[in-house]
């Protein structure tokens, strides 16, 4: 079965009541779609760059410090359903030239997944958006979108495939992910006994440093322990405690933890790793030496 949803966008302005058959909505339906799981979010992106109804009345909520909502109300559908319900709801619910408070264009049951505009057309709709200017997003529309996202994580590094797509969803992504790398596997790879033209190969060559093996300068150079250098970082854990330390990258070796993941943390890029939350250098002796070296040469 396809994984196409129906959802519907509501205006938290309006609290009410709103019954519509078995439906129940707590604010005010302003607006009926389909698509993937992923589409009613994509909305709170489209509404910056597209100009319609729909998209003004979510960018006036947001000016007013609240979060636009929306609610799954058919999941697990196949396209041709998701069709079917989408102008079954609209009908029921009304658009605002039928009296009703939902502002889409039409009645439904339009599109087709997959589309894409032809090159004429997209010239034409990036010439027409040339000079427009949108109006910017109020500190209160910030900070009450700031604070919906407090307490998720802000880089799927730190999450599990359960957490990012659930049990069920994470374990046919597994499997599909398998099946797909056996495909690839021996005569099904495309690249199998296949070789790169020599044009190919002699400007993979050219563009590729060579420092390998004894044509590295310091190839089989042993330093001595006062010849190597390393930075001091400060790192904090989740209870404010701090640690000084000289070799970050062996002090993780032997505490398990990920180099890269406490270096994402000190340039911003995490905000934790396991207990850490905090890595600051305090000192930039590796760079000093590296823009040395670099001087001599």
Known sequence: MDNYVVYCYLDPRKPGI??????????????????????????????????NRFYSK???????????????IKSDLTEEKSFEYEKYFIELIGRIENNGTLTNLTNGGEGMSGFKF??????????????????????????????????????KKDMTFEEIYGDDKSTDIKQ?????????????????????????????????????????????????ESEKTFDTWEITDINGNTLV?????????????????????FYGRMKKHKQWVKVNKITNNVKQKKSRTIARD
């Open 245 to 265: 330390i000289d070799n970050l990258t062996k002090y993780c070796n032997e505490n398990q933890l990920n180099p890269t993941c406490m270096r994402d943390i």
């Open 118 to 155: 032809s090159e004429e057309s997209i010239k034409k709709m990036s010439l027409s958006r040339l000079g427009k200017k949108h109006k910017p997003m109020s500190e209160l529309g910030r900070l009450n979108i700031s604070l919906s996202k407090i307490g998720k994580p802000s880089n």
């Open 18 to 51: 709103f019954l519509f058959d078995n439906f129940k909505f707590d604010y005010e339906p302003i607006y009926i779609g389909k698509g993937k799981p992923n589409r009613p979010q994509r909305h709170l992106t489209l509404y910056k760059t597209t100009n």
């Open 58 to 72: 979510l960018q006036s909520i947001i000016e007013s410090g609240l979060t636009p909502e929306y609610k799954i």
């Open 176 to 224: 599909k992910m398998s099946l797909k790398g056996k495909e690839r596997v021996g005569e099904k790879n495309p690249m199998f006994n296949k070789t790169h033209k020599k044009e190919s190969t002699d400007l993979m060559s050219k563009n590729t440093i060579k420092l390998f093996g004894e044509k590295n300068p310091n190839y089989g150079r042993k330093y001595k």
